[in-house]
């Protein structure tokens, strides 16, 4: 299967190829040049890890093994074998995509990428190492770095802002042990840290750094399709689970409410209704930073506006990269308005896209947000009421829901997609429960347990004995020296 550029149908590669690439040669995002049919019904009736091998099969199918990669993936990895629950809250479903090794959604897709890009390199007999380039808003650079941790041929960077992550996904990264991991905050946001990583891409010649640094650049950013396939499995596996539940009968319409940064979440949902599988409406959840929002209400894309530092970090964003793919295969594959509405993006920081362009959004995403005293008002709230405690971004997501609920009475059932654990961002959680205190972060984390009977991951309540052994903080444009240097 052929995937190209969003930007351009020459050149085109094999899926192995696009794992390997990331990110095309032109700056595109790629795309398979068709998207593939699966038999949803026999899908909706395995287990997680059966479901996988088929989705992710069917998009990267010049990967050989896929079945054997999907177990290696994730055996032993999540707390149960089903990967993602769902917890039936007596008013929304919530799908918990946060009980992997790191707390957070993104260990869905860091689990299988590693196997999927070393079964790419193999198969394509390259004997260069790979190097990882990843730009965090804090949870993707944690996975990744678990993820790709002591992986043969591989090396891994993480750039993080400096002051733009929670102290817990701090000290998750700057903990990380392994041979071929490095880690480095950034002064800026997350926009200069990944407007960083792909200067580094446009800096490098077929791939390679300048100098004599002979790895070969690949990225872990949902930039990547082979992170964005294993997404897809997980609202299979919600729908399977409301299927069991009585709550839906096969072929009626579930909506899912999903808390977006880079749009790479939400993006697996709309591959996933492509697929076949029966989603009624998308609903993006944004925080202050609400760029999104704007965008699939009004067709402008305006990225021209401050960058707020919030309680959910990983939604702390203004250029959402996979954007572009919704834009490409929205637009019926129009390549050239693809590039050039990059091109505006860049240039003049906004576009907007053509009536009909903006219609076809319209029609199957709906979009809101909340700001930090929303976020907070609603864990109390979901906690007081409905017994379950969210994270931050959940909490977005969660409001957002009602919001969509209240002003369109669309009473389909609504599948909340909850990001992370509330133990990520325990300063916020708590005092979203009560008035704070003065106690460092890991004193907040077990008040909470305390407070909520909710129990602590083992992978958090462990940090704070660890060594810190990346504390190296740069300016924006030393990157690339950075990286020269490893
Ligand atoms: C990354 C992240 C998001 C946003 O997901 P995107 O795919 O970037 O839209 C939301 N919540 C949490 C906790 C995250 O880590």
Redesign the pocket.
């Known amino acids: 299967m052929f995937y190209h550029s969003t930007r351009s149908k020459e050149h085109p590669v094999d899926s192995a190829q696009a794992v390997l690439s990331g990110l095309a040669a032109d700056g595109g995002l790629y795309v398979p040049a068709q998207l593939p049919t699966i038999d949803v019904e026999a899908c909706l009736k395995e287990d997680t890890m059966s479901m996988a091998t088929r989705i992710i099969g069917a998009l990267l199918p010049d990967i050989e093994n896929m079945d054997a990669l999907v177990r290696r993936a994730y055996t032993g990895k999540f707390q149960s074998e089903e990967l993602t629950p769902t917890v039936d809250t007596g008013h929304f479903t919530v799908l918990e995509l946060f009980r992997g090794p790191t707390s957070?959604?993104?260990d869905v897709a860091l689990c299988m990428l590693p196997q999927l890009l070393t079964a790419a390199k193999n198969q394509k007999g390259m004997d260069e190492d790979i190097l990882i380039l990843t730009a965090t808003?804090?949870?993707?650079g944690k996975a990744a770095l678990a993820g790709f941790r002591d992986v043969e041929g591989v090396k891994i960077c993480v750039f993080y802002p400096e002051g733009g992550v929670s102290k817990v996904q701090r000290a998750q990264m700057v903990t990380q042990e392994g041979h071929n991991v490095a880690v480095c905050a950034v002064v800026g946001n997350f926009d200069d840290a990944q407007t960083g990583v792909k200067n580094i891409f446009a800096a490098a010649q077929n791939g390679r750094l300048p100098g004599g640094n002979r790895c070969r650049l690949s990225t872990a950013n949902?930039i990547n399709i082979g992170r964005l396939a294993p997404q897809i499995t997980y609202y299979f596996k919600a729908y399977a689970d409301l299927l069991k539940r009585g709550i839906v009968k096969m072929g009626e319409k579930v909506n899912f409410c999903?808390?977006?940064?880079?749009?790479?979440?939400?993006l697996a949902g709309w591959l996933a209704k492509r697929l076949g599988l029966p989603v009624g409406t998308l609903v993006c959840a944004s925080n202050a930073n609400n760029v999104l929002t704007d965008f699939i209400r009004t067709g402008t894309y305006d990225r021209r506006r401050p960058l707020h530092k919030t309680i959910?970090p990983?939604?702390d964003?203004l250029v959402?990269s996979?954007l572009e793919r919704l834009l490409y295969f929205m637009s019926g594959g129009d390549t050239e308005l693809v590039a050039e509405l990059m091109v505006q993006l860049n240039t003049e920081g906004v576009y907007t896209v053509p009536e009909e362009l903006k219609n076809a959004i319209g029609a199957e995403f709906w979009a809101g947000c909340c700001d930090d005293a929303g976020a907070e008002q609603t864990i109390a709230r979901v906690w007081a009421q409905n017994g379950y405690l969210c994270?931050t971004?959940t909490a977005t997501g969660w409001a957002v829901a009602e919001d969509y609920v209240a002003q369109t009475g669309d009473n389909r059932p609504m599948v909340v997609l909850s990001?992370?654990s509330p133990y990520k961002f325990p300063a916020a959680v708590l005092a979203a429960l009560e008035k704070p205190e003065q106690m460092d972060e890991f004193s907040k984390m077990e008040r909470l347990q305390n407070k909520t009977g909710v129990p602590i991951p083992g992978n958090l309540s462990g940090l704070q004995e660890k060594q810190e052994r990346h504390t190296g903080v740069i300016e924006k444009d030393k990157m690339l020296e950075f990286v020269m240097g490893l």
Not at 137 to 140: H, L, N
Not at 258 to 266: A, L, S
């Open positions: 957070a959604f993104k808003s804090g949870d993707t949902s999903v808390p977006t940064g880079n749009f790479g979440d939400i959910s990983s939604m964003i959402s996979n994270d971004h990001t992370a």
